[in-house]
Nanobody, 126 residues
Framework: QVQLVESGGELVQAGGSLRLSCTAS????????MAWFRQAPGKEREFVIG????????RYTDSVKGRFAVSRDSAKNTMYLQMNSLRPEDTAIYYC???????????????????WGQGTKVTVSA
């Protein structure tokens, strides 16, 4: 059984930083991408940032450029999201996701991802 488990979400003040983790179990994702999505209250889930597991190809949405970074530790089967200069509009539940099959690039659509974590809540106060 494949599981993705996120952790690290909490309440933080605007301008602060957080690091989220996503640990996979049940299989490795050495030939696929992995990504972070988020869903703010009352909004649809959106792509945030993603990374190819074996390479350093990274894709991100413009609103997090220069503030968020993604990395992965293959040995730990874990992906990280470093979030700096947080803003109230970053408040959301953050999900990690992985496709079922091999991907050549990092997709940015929900339909491209098969495995999802349960989410971790990030709240940024003004």
């Amino acid at each position: 059984q494949v599981q993705l488990v996120e952790s690290g979400g909490e309440l933080v003040q605007a301008g602060g930083s957080l690091r989220l983790s996503c640990t996979a179990s049940g299989r490795t994702f050495s030939t696929t991408s992995m990504a972070w999505f988020r869903q703010a209250p009352g909004k649809e889930r959106e792509f945030v940032i993603g990374i190819m597991w074996r390479g350093d190809s990274i894709r991100y949405t413009d609103s997090v450029k220069g503030r968020f970074a993604v990395s992965r530790d293959s040995a730990k089967n874990t992906m990280y999201l470093q979030m700096n200069s947080l803003r109230p509009e970053d408040t959301a539940i953050y999900y990690c996701a992985a496709p079922r099959l091999y991907t050549l690039t990092v997709p940015n659509t929900e339909s491209s991802y098969y495995y999802w974590g349960q989410g971790t809540k990030v709240t940024v106060s003004a």
